[in-house]
């Protein structure tokens, strides 16, 4: 089984904030390949399917993000997994928008719901970064992070979220760098 994680921050204010990108791709990903509908588990919730042979156990945690780590722990332990079955989706200030990048480890690079995850698991997951770009001055951060995508990217995003749950299976199937192409040949082929 592989653990799935959708950073983001609970409650309805925040549910178009480019910080939350993390739960959207989850939740684009649970929709396409028909998973349960969501449970409480775990601090957070949790639903369970399949993509192609491998099964998948998505978490979106209820912790906010700065304590994420606490719920990716419980389901870990829960299931008996290792840090190399945890995949996480997170918006990345350092990418472009609707830009995806796919790498195993690393630091945090100021990401808080990364930090905490690396606290409470270790360093050795996948992170899907999903790309925001960067306001431009780091005073100008946190209200960019916490900011709702503007109407004009809302077809992107759409787009965007539905290529990653699109091509999700060469996720499961470890193939990061096929997801990566695959992805940005979607998007591409989009008018």
Known sequence: M???VGLGNPGAQYA????N??????DAIAEVHGFTPPAKKFQGWVQEGRIGNAPILLLKPATFMNESGRSIRAALDFYKLDVADVTVFHDEL???PFKVKVKRGG???GQNGIRSAIAHVGADFRRVRIGIGHPGHKDRVTGWVLG?????????LSDLLGAIAAEARWLAEGDNTRFMNDVALRLQAIP
């Open 94 to 96: 350092d990418l472009a």
């Open 16 to 19: 178009m904030n480019r910080h």
């Open 2 to 4: 592989q653990l799935w």
């Open 148 to 156: 709702n995508y503007a109407k004009s990217e809302i077809e992107p």
């Open 21 to 26: 990108v993390g739960f959207m791709a989850a």
């Open 107 to 109: 630091g945090a690079a």
